[in-house]
């Protein structure tokens, strides 16, 4: 058996970071590993009975530092990683200040090379503290990071200059380069610092998400005799069952019931929707969400993480940590990068000292140049910094993308296949009139309550609501046939079927208009009609689809009079109606092989084609399976949603796409220009400190990009 850990790691900013990390677990034993520069968490897998604390100490080992948990289960915050390094940061920068200033002013104790000797040393150790530790472990797992050619540029700058001050000390100001040494540890550390603030940018909706998760509960106690005593106490010791009480002003503690009491509440964090909606006893609620006005009582049905916001927190997480196949390969180059660098510096250093006959400073500089200009973790962090920045602008506005390869499909579609009943109307359907045939009407009634509450198709569902106060007739053996509809037998051992016309009443000459037929023992006992809705954003939504240049396509298994008649409200001209589930595979298959198409489904049926579509795309209130087999989930229930949610996968794929050709570009250009001499290594460090921080500001474009 194994067992799955997630923790945060501080320190773990850039994809070569993330990369070091992940091979290091996966040395040591671990499985499932993924690495998130963007969000600084780390998930792995292990055996149940291996000592965790091993692979937390691999990361530390590496120079970061693994956030664990206290004696109270709490996250330990002791480490002051962040608060040493501004302090360290600030020292630095004073000091190479005044060493730089020798360049621009002519003050003679600036130019003495003892002072310049004593400015430099503080800087040079206090580099090697900060990454000293990272680039020695680094290189003994067989993983050389950014610290190892940012401190084999520093060092041999700090080495060269202390060797021509010891041994040429006439001619000592013909080798000193303290100031490029120093300056290279300065400008790297001032480019980590903005890039953590920056990197905490791209994840700003997913903490958003994680600080609405509220910590405190009022827990209503009965007694026997009905007297209420409100107890607060910590949202988890919340159980399922437990009532709650929310007052204005409260964040809703628990995914519930309301069971008494009137508010409305702000769910504009978790669906995207301004306008606070309107909740009453009966009505469903989700932590998280803020009561605007009102007061209710909830009855806890979703706990921890098993609640509506914990699970659209783990799906964001989930998809920053699926790679795309652009990102594989810079993780393959990254892998590599560090070790060619060294090898180009080598080269530059001996093609210009030995062919191009430099001197000695000339050469050594140039290669230094290469070894601070090169940039491996631009390339890591391209994809998780515009996934990070994409998926979290999603889930605030009701989009949830499951995995950055869903975002490379969602590009290539052209063709969007949707199911009708649930999806372009509005699911709430009525019973219109129905026919009993030999019963009467109260065991045609029983006999449909009863089929219909075993499941979780619309049809059914709507059926349940309106028959909830029929005594239900006691069946057993009530199972679903998907796609056709209910079978049940009674205690006399009668079979019953509630379902469709194809399944039951295909051969009857009479009586064919019905929605749904009940039969008992194979004769017909009755029919049902069933009038639904068009959901008032679908016609609008199928307009802006096609706009954008999208086929809207219609798959139902409902009849076709009434596909026929949506269709043409709808404005969608290619349509199948009367589809089996096995049916609705095959035309999909069909479909796919013509071009990437995209399903939208609600219900159980839905499953198989949202699974077997290039992407699946399912409501909020479809059934749990459909939203496990769908690729993107609408959790706000709104259509409209869907050309945002199709206009901001492709809008991230294109950023990651930027991401990555700026990584590859930056580097291409650069190494070649340190190496001609073009960019001294005080220019170079500056722009291997702001290549990554360029990259995250990229990304962040995201946050205020139009998409609806």
Request: glycine share 8%; proline share 3%; charged share 20%.
């Amino acid at each position: 058996m194994e067992k799955g850990y997630s923790t945060m790691v501080e320190g773990m900013t850039c994809g070569n970071c993330a990369l070091t990390i992940s091979k290091t677990l996966e040395k040591k034993g671990a499985t499932h590993v993924s690495a998130n520069a963007a969000s600084g968490e780390v998930n792995f897998t292990v055996a149940e009975d291996a000592d965790v604390a091993k692979f937390y100490d691999a990361i530390d080992s590496l120079g970061y530092h693994v956030m664990r948990e206290n004696a109270n289960g709490e996250m330990d915050h002791s480490h002051h990683h962040a608060t040493s390094n501004s302090a360290l940061l600030t020292l630095n920068l004073i000091l190479t200040s005044i060493l730089v200033a020798h360049m621009f002013v002519s003050w003679s104790v600036l130019q003495m090379p003892w002072v310049q000797f004593a400015l430099a040393t503080p800087v040079f150790f206090i580099g090697w503290y900060l990454f000293g530790k990272g680039a020695i472990n680094s290189v003994r797992n067989g993983m050389p990071n950014m610290n190892v050619l940012i401190l084999l540029g520093a060092t041999a700058a700090y080495i060269y200059s202390l060797t021509g001050l010891l041994l040429f000390t006439e001619h000592a100001h013909e080798y000193l380069f303290f100031e490029t040494g120093a300056a290279i540890i300065t400008l790297v550390m001032i480019g980590n610092w903005m890039e953590v603030r920056t990197t905490k940018a791209t994840t700003a909706a997913i903490d958003e998400l994680v600080k609405l998760q509220p910590h405190t509960a009022k827990i209503v106690m009965t007694d026997s005799l009905g007297k209420e005593t409100i107890i607060e106490t910590e949202s988890k010791h919340v159980r399922t069952d437990d009532v709650v009480l929310v007052n204005h002003g409260d964040s809703v503690p628990v995914d519930g019931e309301v069971v008494w009491g009137n508010a409305e509440i702000d769910e504009h964090i978790i669906t995207g929707e301004s306008v606070p909606a309107n909740k009453g006893v009966g009505d469903k609620v989700i932590g998280g969400t803020l009561v605007v006005d009102g007061n209710i009582k909830v009855r806890a049905t979703a706990i921890g993480a098993a609640s509506v916001l914990s699970h659209i927190i783990k799906m964001v997480r989930e998809a920053q940590a699926v790679k795309t196949p652009l990102q594989k390969l810079a993780d393959k180059i990254s892998a590599i990068f560090v070790p060619v660098v060294l090898v180009i510096a080598i080269v530059t250093f001996l093609i210009n000292f030995y062919v191009v006959d430099l001197t000695m400073s000339a050469s050594i500089m140039r290669a230094i140049a290469v070894l601070v200009i090169a940039c491996p973790c631009a390339m890591g962090l391209a994809t998780p910094a515009a996934i990070a920045v994409g998926m979290g602008r999603g889930a605030r506005n009701g989009i949830l993308i499951k995995g950055s390869d869903t975002l490379e499909r969602l590009k290539k579609i052209k063709q969007i296949v949707f199911d009708k009943t649930g999806t372009l109307t509005t699911g709430a359907l009525q019973i219109q009139s129905f026919k009993a045939v030999s019963i009467d009407y109260e065991k045609f009634s029983s006999v449909a309550a009863a089929l219909s509450r075993y499941s979780s198709h619309p049809i059914s569902r709507s059926i349940a609501e309106q028959l909830k106060n029929t005594a239900p007739a006691p069946l057993k053996e009530v199972k679903e046939q998907k796609g056709l509809g209910m079978q049940g037998t009674d205690g006399e051992g009668n079979v019953w079927q509630l379902g469709s016309q194809k399944w039951l009443h295909e051969a009857a000459t009479d009586d064919t208009d019905w929605d749904l037929y009940l039969y008992e023992n194979g004769q017909y006992r009755g029919g049902l009609r069933i009038s639904d809705t068009v959901r008032p954003d679908a016609k609008e939504t199928i307009a802006t689809l096609q706009s954008m240049g999208y086929k809207t396509i219609l798959l139902s298994g409902d009849k076709k009079e009434k596909c026929a008649q949506l269709t043409t409200e709808l404005n969608i001209t290619e349509w199948y109606a009367e589809q089996t589930p096995e049916q609705k595979n095959k035309k999909l298959d069909e479909l796919s092989a013509i071009a990437p198409t995209a399903m939208v489904g609600d219900g159980i049926n839905d499953a198989p084609a949202l699974a077997k579509a290039s992407v699946g795309i399912s409501l909020s209130d479809s059934s749990q399976i459909a939203m496990q087999s769908a690729n993107i989930i609408l959790s706000n229930n709104r259509l409209s949603t869907l050309p945002m949610a199709l206009r901001l996968g492709i809008y991230t794929e294109q950023t990651i796409k930027q991401n990555l050709f700026w990584a590859f570009f930056y580097n291409v250009v650069a190494i070649p220009f340190a190496a001609a001499g073009y960019l001294s290594p005080i220019v170079g460090a500056a722009a291997m400190a702001l290549s990554d921080v360029f990259l995250l500001l990229n990304s962040l474009r995201l946050r205020v990009r139009k998409i609806g």
